[in-house]
């Protein structure tokens, strides 16, 4: 990474004054333990900004070693101590500073013996908003519609203004500072995950949805819903929060609010002719909420529609074989998120007077009983099939289902596509939407969906009606 942005100088300065301060350790050069590369690249990217600002850096994974063959021998010669097993205090020894990975639970014993040890623990979410100026930053979380939400607003603000877009898989929160010129708008995604660390907020803060997930990395919902709030927190009265109106949370919300709170209503573009049925309300009311706050002529936002492409694996349309055509919805990973994708699905293809049929289940993430039930509800009334794939969910789901007249068990992807054409028919869909976590059988969710992609490209449907 070559950092552009800023001198590494001011860059070190800033750093050592919010973590070092008053310490004599600020007179020789930090040593930092950056714990979990992860699987999207967000570790490598605090590894490159680390190795680019001249610190000394010790990583520590739990992956296999193999795994990350390749960033080994891209930083060959660098100054990296690489570590693969878990220590305890020796992987401690000498350092000043922990970068947690967002996939490292909270509750890690390594944290744990880093924060007895007055070593300060933080994330890279935490540090882009101590070098970047938080009035810049729009920041965007929730349960789900995050990353469209946040991908159709940067999409929206280039059409005025220079904007850069961070915390998605493949650009880290790192990629700013290797901008040549100071952006006018940062687009940053927050997961739980980056926000349980972070003491700041950005100035524009929007919070798509709230709703019980990842309680295998929470205590309760209650735990989960006050990561969140981090994202606005920490404003000061010079900031904004954007909530969907009429969500439950809000009382909550705003009741930890500093800052002005506005409102966007998911209900004026549900059925609105010209937004595309793949693609969720709350995702136009938001991005169209932060648009007009920052003066996006609204004449143009028809025209950035067209030009918009939705990240991978989000109600993602692969390939239409036949007449049917097979959608990609891998990032459904809890069950409400997936209600709504079936619901869509159903309603567009009873349209075409076509019927659905669905890849669901994997892994538990400790979903509450209600959010089961109506998942399993909705799968008996809307899909024609189900093809379950395994997993700890699936066996919390499946009693729920043994009503349904064409349930199937797929021991992999491969054999759940091909049990899908055994029933699909012209004007029908084929929709993964599993509803659940996807570590037993794939590294995460895209590569599931990509899987899911290849045995599609791969089916051997005849004619084509594309």
């Not at 952006?183 to 709703?211: H, K, M, N, R, Y």
Request: with cysteine.
């Amino acid at each position: 990474m070559e950092l552009q942005l800023y001198k590494k100088e001011y860059i070190e300065e800033r750093l050592k004054e919010r973590f070092f301060a008053g310490h004599k350790k600020t007179k020789r050069i930090p040593k930092v333990l950056v714990f979990g590369l992860g699987r999207h690249g967000g570790g490598l990217g605090t590894l490159d900004f680390f190795v680019s600002l001249g610190w000394r850096v010790s990583i520590l994974e739990q992956m296999p070693r193999v795994a990350f063959s390749d960033v080994i021998k891209k930083f060959r010669g660098k100054h990296i101590k690489w570590n693969f097993k878990t220590y305890g205090k020796r992987n401690l020894s000498g350092i000043d500073l922990v970068i947690k990975n967002p996939a490292v639970p909270l509750d890690h014993s390594i944290i744990t013996l880093a924060k007895k040890a007055g070593i300060p623990v933080t994330n890279d979410a935490d540090i882009m908003m101590t070098l970047i100026p938080k009035e810049r930053i729009i920041g965007i979380t929730g349960t789900k519609g995050k990353t469209t939400t946040a991908a159709l607003t940067a999409h929206l603000l280039k059409s005025l203004y220079k904007t850069t877009f961070v915390g998605i898989p493949g650009i880290p929160f790192f990629h700013v500072l290797s901008e040549k010129k100071m952006p006018q708008w940062i687009v940053a995604e927050f997961s739980s995950f980056d926000l349980d660390l972070v003491t700041q907020s950005p100035g524009v803060a929007l919070i798509t949805s709230c709703f019980p997930d990842h309680l295998n990395r929470y205590r309760d919902f209650a735990s989960y819903r006050k990561s969140k709030a981090h994202i606005f927190q920490f404003q000061d009265d010079s900031g904004v929060l954007f909530l969907p109106k009429g969500d439950r949370n809000n009382s909550f919300f705003t009741g930890k609010a500093p800052a002005r709170v506005a409102y966007f209503d998911k209900g004026r573009f549900a059925h609105h002719k010209t937004t595309p049925w793949n693609i969720h309300p709350i995702t136009f009311a938001g991005a169209f909420a932060i648009a007009s706050y920052l003066r996006i002529p609204k004449r143009i936002y028809g025209k950035r529609l067209k030009s918009f492409h939705k990240p991978e694996g989000r109600m993602e349309v692969v390939m239409r074989k036949k007449g049917i055509v097979f959608i990609n919805d891998t990032t459904a990973t809890n069950p409400r998120a997936a209600v709504f994708s079936i619901t869509t699905v159903y309603k567009e293809r009873k349209k075409k007077k076509g019927d659905l049929i669905v890849i669901a289940g994997g892994e538990d993430k400790r979903f509450p009983a209600s959010e089961v039930l109506r998942f399993a509800d909705i799968l008996r009334r809307h899909a024609k099939a189900v093809i379950l794939l395994p997993g700890s969910f699936t066996k919390r789901l499946s009693p729920h289902l043994r009503n349904h007249k064409n349930i199937t068990y797929a021991s992999s992807m491969a054999k759940a596509v091909k049990e899908t054409l055994r029933s699909a028919k012209q004007h029908d869909a084929v929709l993964l939407s599993p509803g659940a976590a996807s570590f037993n059988l794939f590294t995460d969710e895209f590569e599931r969906g990509r899987v899911f992609k290849h045995f599609v490209n791969q089916a051997s449907i005849q004619r084509s009606d594309i």
